[in-house]
């Protein structure tokens, strides 16, 4: 198992439990930093390293006319606030390969979209920056198939990488994990990332926006944390029912503290065959 360093702490091979959590998109400087603040208390709390996370750019969302985030360069900005005030690393998206320099500058990890979990160029793009990339297994992709990615972005020089679950298309609006994948993508030697709130999405169950199962996300984190993964990726906000994007699939704040000590319970266990 290759180890990947964020920030100050590792990630893999036994080592502590990392959670990536925050909202889903930026909505205001003052939201993120109260939903980071606290995600980062909760996380210190009970021995969890954390990484602050949330997209600037919703560029894949339903409808045309969803809201999709401040943009990259007042995105940035926040983030860059939010990193220093909370002195936590921060994990954003891209969707095109320009935006992969300027993301770098601040984001200690960049997270590349199921969606685009294929696009070479923007592998690339990512993996020339030096920074730990974190790429979402697509939704019509196999974990064997992961290897492809990870292949590319060996042939790009980089060796920090992680890889998410967050579920496979099962039928029209639905999908399922299979928690084979956990194990079968660890196997490639990175790092495992369980997507605990996009697993229990509804694309497009809504018509011009996803709707989600929020009441399954605690049976998807524990039963993943038992088969072995190194890192949960949740996203977490005060008021779901106020979200901007993702709002039926987000974690209450106030229930992550529950969530988490389960989560950091069956991890104690496993944790040793994890090294």
Not at 12 to 30: F, H, M, N, S, W
Request: proline residues 5%; hydrophobic residues 40%; charged residues 20%.
């Amino acid at each position: 198992m290759n180890k990947v360093k964020i920030g100050n702490f590792l990630v893999g091979g036994g080592e502590p439990l990392t959670l990536l959590a925050g909202p889903c998109v930026l909505e205001g400087l003052d939201r993120c930093l109260l939903i980071g603040r606290t995600i980062k208390d909760i996380c210190q709390k009970l021995g969890v390293n954390y990484v602050f996370k949330a997209s600037f750019d919703k560029a894949n969302r339903s409808s045309f006319h969803s809201f999709r985030g401040p943009g990259i360069e007042k995105g940035l900005e926040m983030l860059q606030t939010i990193k220093d005030e909370l002195q936590v690393p921060v994990v954003t998206d891209i969707h095109e390969t320009y935006q992969a320099e300027p993301v770098a500058k601040v984001a200690d990890v960049i997270q590349i979209p199921a969606f685009l979990c294929r696009q070479t160029d923007l592998l690339h793009a990512a993996a020339v920056t030096g920074r730990v990339v974190n790429v979402k297994k697509g939704q019509f992709l196999s974990p064997e198939e992961m290897r492809n990615v990870v292949d590319k972005l060996h042939e790009c020089g980089c060796n920090q990488m992680m890889l998410t679950e967050r579920g496979s298309t099962f039928g029209y609006h639905n999908l399922v994990v299979d928690m084979r994948s956990l194990p079968a993508m660890r196997q490639l030697g990175y790092p495992v990332v369980m997507d605990g709130t996009h697993s229990v999405q509804l694309p497009g169950g809504n018509g011009t926006s996803s709707a989600g199962q929020r009441e399954y996300v605690d049976y998807l984190v524990r039963a993943a944390v038992g088969a072995g993964v190194d890192a949960l990726f949740l996203e977490v906000h005060d008021n779901p029912e106020e979200a901007l994007s993702d709002g039926a699939n987000m974690v209450y704040l106030d229930h992550l503290p529950e969530l988490l000590k389960d989560a950091v319970a069956i991890y104690e266990i496993v944790r040793p065959k994890l090294k």
